[in-house]
Nanobody, 124 residues
Framework: EVQLVESGGGLVQAGGSLRLSCAAS????????IGWFRQAPGKEREGVSC????????YYADSVKGRFTISSDNAKNTVYLQMNSLKPEDTAVYYC?????????????????WGQGTQVTVSS
């Protein structure tokens, strides 16, 4: 059974940092992508960043480029999202998801399995 468990969310002041973790288990596919998405109240879910298992390629939404960094630790089957210079508009529930066989994109409908989400709140 594929499982994705997010952690690391919390409350932080604007300008602060958080590191989210996504622990993945239950799949051994050669090619997949792990993505981070977020959804704020009353807004649609949006892609934030993703990383490809095949070559480590990374992708970022324009709104987080230069502030967020995605990385993976294959030995721990964990993907991280380092979030710096946080803004109040980054407040959302953050989800990680896996796209089995995917090369990496920020299209939520391409992703097959999702975690339960972790709340990130940035105060002004």
């Amino acid at each position: 059974e594929v499982q994705l468990v997010e952690s690391g969310g919390g409350l932080v002041q604007a300008g602060g940092s958080l590191r989210l973790s996504c622990a993945a288990s239950g799949f051994t596919f050669d090619d997949y992508a792990i993505g981070w998405f977020r959804q704020a109240p009353g807004k649609e879910r949006e892609g934030v960043s993703c990383i490809s298992s095949s070559d480590g390629s990374t992708y970022y939404a324009d709104s987080v480029k230069g502030r967020f960094t995605i990385s993976s630790d294959n030995a721990k089957n964990t993907v991280y999202l380092q979030m710096n210079s946080l803004k109040p508009e980054d407040t959302a529930v953050y989800y990680c998801a896996v796209d089995i066989g995917g090369w990496g994109n920020l299209l939520s409908y391409e992703y097959d399995y999702w975690g339960q989400g972790t709340q990130v709140t940035v105060s002004s």
